[in-house]
């Protein structure tokens, strides 16, 4: 069975990236009979600074990402941050994902539950893979089977995430689907000014380790241009280079 592919850009910037992004996906979803799911948010409510560009807010982001889906017939992931965004999300996406500093909130991940969509909770830094028994039971009792894991590693010290690839093993015992999200996971949080550092040369391995570990899925946040991206530029891949990429989990 072919592993499970999330990709796009971390925060809906423009019309031109969604659409330069999903046309790529589009490209390799035929070149290698696979099925990428579109990724991006419509707010980004945990930035390091209240300066940081946040996107275009629940309305308009859910449009453009509906227009996605209209013009490209893409799968589609968005972050939801509060309780009222799940049910109004859950009309245009496929998958909604509960964040990892979120990963507890009872409320969220209920009211994600009661839309019926698949929801992807990813491991929060403070959390072990074990511990997430627990926000998988809150979605299970809510009356949604549909629940998925993604690991996205651990506080390690100031400024720094560690990857402990068993956490991926353990989420195993609680669902089929496990995700590794390669390029949160070489974040360096707040470490650049007011803003999240990151090293994505270490994103390719990221995705062998986790597929030597047993991950289902992989999540890749990936921009024409990260260098002048909005958010998480500094560990999102090049667009051009996430063919290479699936090409070495295929």
């Known amino acids: 069975m072919k592993p499970l592919f999330i990709a796009g850009p971390c925060v809906i ?32 409510a945990n930035r390091t600074s209240i300066n940081s560009f946040r996107g275009p807010g629940l309305e308009k982001g859910l449009t453009m990402l509906n227009d996605v889906r209209e013009k490209y017939g893409l799968k589609l992931l968005t972050d939801i941050h509060e309780s009222y965004q799940a049910s109004i999300a859950g009309q245009v ?9 979120l990963c507890r909130q009872t409320d969220l991940l209920v009211e994600a539950a009661k839309t019926g969509k698949i929801v992807n909770i990813k491991k929060a830094q403070f959390l072990s893979g074990m511990d997430m028994e627990y926000p998988v039971q809150k979605v299970r009792e809510s009356g949604n089977d549909n629940v998925w894991l993604t690991e996205r590693g651990n506080i390690y ?6 990857v402990d690839f068993r956490n991926i093993a353990d989420m195993k015992k609680y669902t089929d689907t ?13 470490a ?20 030597a570990f047993g991950a289902t899925g992989y999540f890749f946040e990936v921009h024409p ?6 958010s998480d530029g ?16 295929l």
């Not at 500094?234 to 989990?249: A, C, F, T």
């Open 157 to 162: 010290g100031y400024n720094n995430l560690a």
């Open 178 to 190: 496990v995700i590794m999200d390669c390029t949160h996971s070489v974040q360096r949080p707040g």
């Open 225 to 230: 241009n990260p260098e002048n991206a909005k």
């Open 93 to 101: 996406v496929d998958i909604l994902q509960i964040p990892a500093f």
């Open 234 to 249: 500094p560990n999102m891949l090049y667009l051009r280079d996430l063919e290479s990429v699936i090409k070495s989990l």
């Open 192 to 211: 650049a000014g007011g803003k999240t550092g990151g090293n994505r040369e270490f994103v390719p391995a990221m995705a062998l380790a986790a597929k």
């Open 13 to 44: 910037e423009s019309t031109e990236c969604l659409d330069q992004v999903a046309q790529e996906i589009v490209r390799l979803n035929l070149k290698y009979d696979i099925d990428i799911i579109f990724k991006s948010s419509f707010d980004k």
